[in-house]
Nanobody, 124 residues
Framework: QVQLVESGGGAVQAGGSLRLSCAAS????????MAWFRRSPGKEREGVAV????????SYADSVKGRFTISKDNAKNTLYLQMNNLKPEDTAMYYC?????????????????WGQGTQVTVSS
């Protein structure tokens, strides 16, 4: 079992920045693949970014490329999402997800473990 707890959400104006954190505990060897997803009201959950420890690689949704950076501190078992130049369309609940491996990272069904989410609100 892996437990995930997100933090760092809040309300910012467009153009601002936030850094989200996701602290993992439990059997963290089952979390080689960790990702951020988001869900806006009336929309499906969307994959934002992923980091794959097996290959040391990262991937991003086109909508956040160049603005968001995913990183991980394995010593602290913590995943991060640095979000810069935020836009109103980034407003959503952001979730941390983890699984033993990444296959189709954008598919939420691929992930066994989920956090409760942290709200990000960007005003224009």
């Amino acid at each position: 079992q892996v437990q995930l707890v997100e933090s760092g959400g809040g309300a910012v104006q467009a153009g601002g920045s936030l850094r989200l954190s996701c602290a993992a505990s439990g059997y963290t060897y089952s979390s080689n693949c960790m990702a951020w997803f988001r869900r806006s009201p009336g929309k499906e959950r969307e994959g934002v970014a992923v980091i794959d420890d097996s290959y040391g690689s990262t991937s991003y949704a086109d909508s956040v490329k160049g603005r968001f950076t995913i990183s991980k501190d394995n010593a602290k078992n913590t995943l991060y999402l640095q979000m810069n130049n935020l836009k109103p369309e980034d407003t959503a609940m952001y979730y941390c997800a983890a699984d033993a491996s990444c296959i189709i990272w954008e598919k939420s069904e691929e992930y066994m473990y989920w956090g409760q989410g942290t709200q990000v609100t960007v005003s224009s």
